[in-house]
């Protein structure tokens, strides 16, 4: 195998996947949907072993008793795991030589072991400086790796923002303000609260979709005007935790009992040209998930609908008859009118990242978002937590190298 350079001809990558939740399902199947590269799932690793055996049954794959044996069989190795994970897994495989496809966020500032770390109350310049620290080791154990890292942010490769990237590559548009928004009644994986498991709150678990989505598009933008990406360079950030507050009349329908982390976040990016973004990120937002970021340049204006958008609407007059019907995610009845999506992991982009990531490793092209995107998200996001605990000063997005 040659990486780097492309692949032999009659190469078939082996695929493992790390984790048998949620995202391990959806990487499955994105990867059933991969055309023109062979590449053969051998088998998943995940420290519950019923879960792990179960996941592995179902699809015909081998279920793997460590890291390390699911390491040594396999090529590429998907990090579908909690956030806290994430460097420990993605280092492992990249000194073994091994491509990795990390799910977002990238990694972060999880604590260091302490029994009562809070994420309310810890310094968020030391927060900064460990998740920097993270993202560093992460990009050295690549640069000393023959593997690759890919970012799986999915919005990146979402339909719309790469029909975006074309409008700007072709155009030479100037990006003067974008805003944006990933939201909706709260998460309910119970780890989601936990700052030490999660890395944050609303910003981290959902805000970091439509911010890489906003750096990347700054970054195609100077690359196709001027032959470098242009990045970001300050922020001023705002979160509370809204539903936690005295204040909050609880009516039942968003979730409440996050331990110690945001429940809304407000984030104003100014990039390396003076041009800005503001992203909004909360569990705050009824109606089924709330995900579009608008793009306003020089030379026209876009949205894009991540989700819901309007392919599909469906009226349906009594919720039973829907009962085993899958209609848009998080909505909360459906009854009325909705957005019903025909094909929603098309649209989020889930199986388009699959397809680039498995094209770029086969031809040796440079993955659109890899450990510069997920480092400068990452960056971005704890200048931004550190912003917030000074009332929204500006602070300084540290430069990932
Ligand atoms: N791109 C998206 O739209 C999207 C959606 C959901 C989740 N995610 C991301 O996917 C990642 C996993 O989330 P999820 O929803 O799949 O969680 P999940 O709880 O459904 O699954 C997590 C899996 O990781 C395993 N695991 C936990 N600790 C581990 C360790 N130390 N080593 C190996 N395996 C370990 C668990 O056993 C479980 O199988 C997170 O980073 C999350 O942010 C992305």
Known sequence: ??????????????????????????????????????????????????????????????????????????????????????????????????????????????????????????????????????????????????????????????????????????????????????????????????????????????????????????????RARDGKPIRPASVSCRTHLITGSEAYRDAGYLRTGYRDIEDFAGIHITFDDGMCADVFASELVLGGVHNWLEVCANNHRTLCNINPNTAMQTYNPEESQFSDIYVVEKTGTKQGWAFTSPDEDWFTGYQHEMQSFYTDLASGRTPESGSLLGGDTIATVYAGYLSASRGAQEVEVPRVL
């Not at 939740?21 to 088998?43: C, I, P, T």
């Not at 996941?55 to 008793?65: D, K, Q």
């Not at 990694?107 to 810890?122: A, C, P, V």
């Open 1 to 222: 195998m040659i990486w780097g350079d492309g692949l032999q001809q009659d190469t078939v990558l082996k695929v493992g996947l790390v984790g048998s939740g949620f995202s391990a399902r959806f990487h499955y199947e994105a990867l059933e949907r991969v055309y023109g590269v062979d590449r053969r799932v051998v088998g998943v690793y995940s420290p519950t072993p019923e879960n792990c055996d179960s996941f592995a049954r179902e699809r015909g794959i081998e279920a793997y008793p460590s890291l390390d044996s699911l390491i040594e069989a396999v090529d590429v190795v998907h990090v579908c795991t909690p956030p806290s994970t994430h460097e420990r897994i993605a280092c492992a495989a990249l000194s073994a030589g091994r491509s990795v496809i990390i799910e977002k966020p990238f990694t972060g500032y999880f604590g260091e072991n302490e029994e009562d770390f809070d994420g309310r109350t810890f310094d968020r310049e030391r927060g900064l400086n460990g998740a920097l620290a993270s993202v560093q080791r992460i990009r050295e154990a690549e640069q000393r790796s023959r593997g690759v890292v890919m970012y799986a942010e999915n919005w990146v490769y979402a339909p719309a923002i790469q029909k975006e990237r074309e409008v700007l590559e072709k155009t030479g548009g100037q990006i003067v303000w974008m805003h944006g928004e990933e939201a909706h009644s709260g998460s309910h994986s119970p780890y989601y609260g936990i700052w030490k498991y999660s890395g944050g709150g609303s910003l981290m678990g959902k805000g970091v979709h439509p911010l890489t989505a906003a750096l990347y598009l700054k970054q195609v933008e100077g």
